[in-house]
Structure formats: structure tokens, C-alpha cells
């Protein structure tokens, strides 16, 4: 697909490019955890979790910055993973104090 998209431009990035797609996958997979934050009215701990990922991703980047792009691209989905696990800690944080069996049942009345 890359080849098809851009030709030989990016030829030689093919391992980054590898890592990143996996990276914006995390991206994807971080996006339910966030909406169940935002649904439960948790938004304190969604900025927490957010803050935190922010804080990985600045400094991983500037300890990266001196390998390169591939540095760069492990810092990312580095990040990414950190931020899927405090997402799914955030999660379980959260339902444990909300009854979500209440909550399905009133989406449905």
C-alpha cells in the first residue's frame, strides 16, 4: 500500500511506518476506554490519565529524539501502551464505584 500511495518516498522507512501503524492501532484501541470515562461522568480521571500520557510522551520523545525516527516511532507506541494500560486501570477505577448494570438498564428503558 505504501509503495501504491507514495512510490519510493518512504522506501526506507518501512519499519517505522510498521511500528507507527501499530501504534495509531493502540490509538484505536485506547478510544472505548475513553468513551466509558466520558459516559460515566469520570471526566477527573480521564485528564488524569490523559495528563499522565502526556508526561510519558514528552519525555520519551526528548530521550529519544537522539535516535532518530525509529526512536521516535518506539517512544510513540511506548507511549501508547502505557496509555492503554492507565486507560484500563482508569476503567476498572471507575466502574467499581458506578453500577453499570443500572446504567445499561436505564439506556435501554
Avoid at 509503495?3 to 472505548?32: D, K, S, T
Wanted: glycine share 4%; with cysteine.
Amino acid at each position: 500500500m505504501l509503495h501504491l500511495a507514495f512510490g519510493n518516498l518512504y522506501a526506507a522507512e518501512v519499519p517505522e511506518i510498521r511500528l507507527l501503524a501499530l501504534a495509531f492501532f493502540l490509538i484505536c484501541m485506547n478510544q472505548p476506554s475513553e468513551t466509558l470515562l466520558t459516559v460515566l461522568r469520570k471526566s477527573k480521571l480521564l485528564l488524569l490519565t490523559r495528563l499522565a500520557a502526556a508526561t510519558v510522551a514528552v519525555a520519551s520523545l526528548a530521550l529519544a529524539r537522539p535516535y532518530g525516527l525509529m526512536g521516535c516511532v518506539l517512544a510513540l507506541l511506548a507511549t501508547q501502551l502505557i496509555n492503554l494500560a492507565n486507560l484500563r486501570i482508569a476503567e476498572w477505577v471507575a466502574a467499581r464505584g458506578h453500577d453499570l448494570t443500572s446504567t445499561l438498564n436505564g439506556v435501554r428503558a
